[in-house]
Antibody, heavy 122, light 111 residues
Framework: EVQLVESGGGLVQPGGSLRLSCAASGFTFSSYWMHWVRQVPGKGLVWVSRINSDGSRTNYADSVKGRFTISRDNAKNTLYLQMNSLRVEDTAVYYC???????????????WGQGTLVTVSS | QSVLTQPPSVSGAPGQRVTISCTGSSSNIGAGYDVHWYQQLPGTAPKLLIYENINRPSGVPDRFSGSKSGTSASLAITGLQAADEADYYCQSYDSSLSGAVFGGGTKLTVL
């Protein structure tokens, strides 16, 4: 079964840091682009970042550029999101998602993890 | 606000047909990038409903269908059921942002 399981969320003060992890299983992790998407509770989905299959290419939403870093360890089948200089507005549920197929240009998300809640508050 | 525009809400009676629109621009849908649709039931992660404009993953009923034309796309749901009550999101890729973009989401209410 293809599965993504996020961890690492929690409560952090403004200006603090947190690292999210996404453990992948049931597929050849090293063949797929991976993404992070976030959702403020009660609001819509917002794309955060993506990384290519070997980790050599990354892209970020303007709102997190320079503060967040996406990375992956293909030997451990794990995706990461290092979040620094956190702001109150970063409070959200963070989902990791795999692209649908291991092919260039595939940009739909399937599956998604269950999400991990990050709360930035003093 | 979101890069892709969806109506905040739609509603229909059981058995009826509803459509949800998704409007983009020349840097995303209008540039030829595909549109994908997700269903999010309360308290759960989004689930892929339609990919590459018209394709249904295995297990998705054929009551759900997608279309795309110009800078817009639509999701149609026929034979509405109470279980279809959820939030629906469209998604594409934007060349000027070099990343994925979502619609603001549409809440479907089955009356």
């Amino acid at each position: 079964e293809v599965q993504l399981v996020e961890s690492g969320g929690g409560l952090v003060q403004p200006g603090g840091s947190l690292r999210l992890s996404c453990a992948a299983s049931g597929f050849t992790f090293s063949s797929y682009w991976m993404h992070w998407v976030r959702q403020v509770p009660g609001k819509g989905l917002v794309w955060v970042s993506r990384i290519n299959s070997d980790g050599s290419r990354t892209n970020y939403a303007d709102s997190v550029k320079g503060r967040f870093t996406i990375s992956r360890d293909n030997a451990k089948n794990t995706l990461y999101l290092q979040m620094n200089s956190l702001r109150v507005e970063d409070t959200a549920v963070y989902y990791c998602a795999r692209v649908g197929i291991a092919a260039a240009g595939a940009n739909w998300f399937d599956p998604w993890g269950q999400g991990t809640l990050v709360t930035v508050s003093s | 606000q979101s890069v892709l525009t969806q109506p905040p809400s739609v509603s229909g009676a059981p058995g009826q047909r509803v459509t949800i629109s998704c409007t983009g621009s020349s840097s995303n849908i209008g540039a030829g990038y595909d549109v994908h649709w997700y269903q999010q039931l309360p308290g759960t992660a989004p689930k892929l409903l339609i990919y590459e404009n018209i394709n249904r993953p295995s297990g998705v009923p054929d009551r759900f269908s997608g279309s795309k034309s110009g800078t817009s796309a639509s999701l149609a749901i026929t034979g509405l059921q109470a279980a279809d009550e959820a939030d629906y999101y469209c998604q594409s890729y934007d060349s000027s942002l070099s990343g994925a973009v979502f619609g603001g989401g549409t809440k479907l209410t089955v009356l």
